[in-house]
């Protein structure tokens, strides 16, 4: 079985930095996207960051030049700099990777992590 945990939300001020961490561990033969969504209360899940397997990025256009999303492949781990953060940043941040396991067949799923709760106070 695979999990993913996050760590790193909190309370912030506007203008302040965070960075989220979120770490995979089970039976992986390979990790392909990783991602960051976020979902503010009373709306739907949106899409904030993607990092491929070959490191190439993607922002919503509503973080570009704010935020940064990085992997560590050794560690299974995403991460996402959140700096100069707005109060319409405040959501729960979820993790998403795409895993492939080997058994019985070598095929991908999605998992997601737990959310970690971000607010920025103005």
């Known amino acids: 079985q695979v999990q993913l945990v996050e760590s790193g939300g909190g309370l912030v001020q506007a203008g302040g930095s965070l960075r989220l961490s979120c770490a995979a561990s089970?039976?992986?033969?390979?990790?392909?996207?990783m991602a960051w969504y976020r979902q503010a209360p009373g709306k739907q899940r949106d899409l904030v960051a993607v990092?491929?397997?070959?490191?190439?990025?993607m922002y919503a256009d509503s973080v570009k030049g704010r935020f940064t999303i990085s992997r560590d492949n050794a560690k299974k781990t995403v991460y996402l700099q959140m700096n100069n953060l707005k109060p319409e940043d405040t959501a729960v941040y979820y993790c998403?990777?795409?895993?492939?396991?080997?058994?019985?067949?070598?095929?991908?799923?999605?998992?997601w992590g737990q959310g970690s709760q971000v607010t920025v106070s103005s």
């Open positions: 990092v491929t397997s070959g490191g190439s990025t």
């Open positions: 089970g039976s992986i033969f390979s990790i392909n996207g």
């Open positions: 998403k990777m795409v895993v492939a396991i080997s058994y019985p067949i070598l095929k991908n799923y999605s998992y």
